[in-house]
C-alpha cells in the first residue's frame, strides 16, 4: 500500500469543537477521521457542550474528552499541554467567530484555545457562523492574520445558514473537511505544477436520447485528480458523466463527447506540466447525428450505423510536442499482450509514459475499487505496480511522474 493513500491512518488528530449548532455535524467528521484510522482526542469549549454531549464524542473517539480547564484530573491525564503535545493535526470545526477572535488574540481561556495555544501541530478551521458575523471586518482581519501565521481554513460554504439567512458561512461538510485534513497531511511535492488530468468515458450521441459509450466509471482519472491536489498541485479535472459526485478538490470541467475532451483538455493543457489522459475516449463517433428520436420505422429491421473516427487527443497533444510542453501521461486500456501494446502506444502516440492495464482481469480495471498497472516511459524505465486501492496506484503514477520530470529537467 503505497503510503499516501490514505494519509490520515495512524496520524494524531485533535478535533477541537466550539460551540455554534454546526457541532452537530463534528460528531460524522469524527466517524470519518477515525474510520479513516485516526486517533482523534476531541476538545470542546463550555457552549459546545450545550450543543452536543461530550458522551457523544467520547464514545465514537473511544478516548476521554477534554471538557473542562480546571478539572485537576482530566489536567493531569488529557490536559491542554498533553493533548496538544505530539498532535499531527489540529481541526477546529466549528470555527465560532468567537474563538476565532480568541486564537487571534492567543487566549487560553478554554479547552479549545488552550489546545490550539499550546499546540505546534498544522492547524485546520472550520469556521461556521452567521453570515453578517462572517463578513463583519474584525473576523475578516482575524482570518487574514490567522492565514498569515500559517493557519489553513476549509469554508465556509455559501447556502442557507441556521439562522435562516442565506450566505457564506456554512461549517463545510464533513467530507470536505476530512478531505481538507488529509491535504494537510500529505508532503507538497507538487506544489506550484499544472497538471490536467481527463476522466470517464465518453458518449458520442446517435440522436437526442441516445449515444455510443463505454464502461468507464472515472474511478482511475478521480483518484488521479485527488492525489495531486492532496500533494500540492493545481489540477484541472476534463470528466465524462459519471455517477461520482465527492469533491477532490480539481477545478472540474465536464463534456459528453470526444470532441467537446479534446478541446477541453487541449486548452487546459497549454501552461501545463503534466497532462494525464486517463479518460476511456471513444475512437469512433456516428457520422449522423439526428435532430430528433430515431424512430424504429427510419431505422428498419437491422440498422447499421456509419461510424467515423474521433481525433485522438494523446496523439494531437504528442505530435505538437515543444520544449515547453507538459510531461505526457497515456493510459492504455487492453485485454491482451498489455506490455507490447502499451510500448507501441508509447511510440505511436509520442507520450512519455503509458500506464497499461489488462481489463480483461474482474478484479482491476472498469469500475472496480483497484487497479495493477504496469508502467513504461519514453526514457525506457519499465515498471509494475502490484493490485492496490485505485488512490495507491494514483500516488504511484505520479511518483513516477516526478522522478521522470525531475531527470528530464537534469
Ligand atoms: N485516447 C485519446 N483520444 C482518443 C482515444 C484514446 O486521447 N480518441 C487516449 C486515451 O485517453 C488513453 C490512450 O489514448 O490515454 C490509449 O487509449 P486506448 O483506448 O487504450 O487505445 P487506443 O488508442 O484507443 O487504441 P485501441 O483502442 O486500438 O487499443
Known sequence: ?????????????????????????????LRRLTRAGASVQVAMTKSAQEFVGALTFQALSGQAVFTDLFDTQQDAEIGHVRIADGADLMIVAPA?????????????????????????????LAPAMNVNMWENAATQVNVATLVERGMRFVGPEPGVLACKW?????????????????????????????????????????????????R???????????????????????TGPTSLTEDTGATRIAIHSAAQMCEAVCTASAGAD???????????KPTDVANGKLKKEAWGPSPSIALSRTEDILAKLGSERLEASPYLIGFAADTENVEAAARGKLASKGCDMIVANDVSLPDRG??????AVEIVTSAGHQSSLSLASKDAIAHGVLDQALREMGGQKL
Open 1 to 29: 500500500m503505497h503510503p499516501l493513500a490514505n494519509p490520515l491512518t495512524d496520524r494524531r488528530i485533535v478535533l477541537c469543537v466550539a460551540g455554534g449548532i454546526a457541532a452537530y455535524k463534528s460528531v460524522d467528521l
Open 96 to 124: 465560532t467567530a468567537n474563538v476565532l477572535a480568541r486564537i487571534t488574540a492567543g487566549m487560553a481561556n478554554d479547552p479549545v484555545t488552550a489546545a490550539v495555544l499550546a499546540g505546534r501541530a498544522p492547524i485546520l
Open 166 to 214: 442565506t450566505g457564506t458561512g456554512r461549517l463545510s461538510e464533513p467530507a470536505d473537511i476530512a478531505e481538507a485534513a488529509a491535504r494537510v497531511l500529505c508532503p507538497q511535492d507538487m506544489a506550484g505544477l499544472k497538471v490536467v488530468v481527463s476522466a470517464g468515458g465518453t458518449q458520442e450521441a446517435l440522436d437526442p436520447v441516445r449515444f455510443l459509450g463505454n
Open 216 to 238: 468507464s466509471t472515472g474511478k482511475m482519472g478521480r483518484a488521479l485528480a485527488r492525489a495531486a491536489v492532496r500533494r500540492g498541485a493545481s489540477v484541472t479535472l476534463v
Open 274 to 284: 503534466l497532462v494525464i489522459m486517463a479518460a476511456a475516449v471513444a475512437d469512433y
Open 366 to 371: 472498469f469500475g472496480s475499487e483497484e487497479n
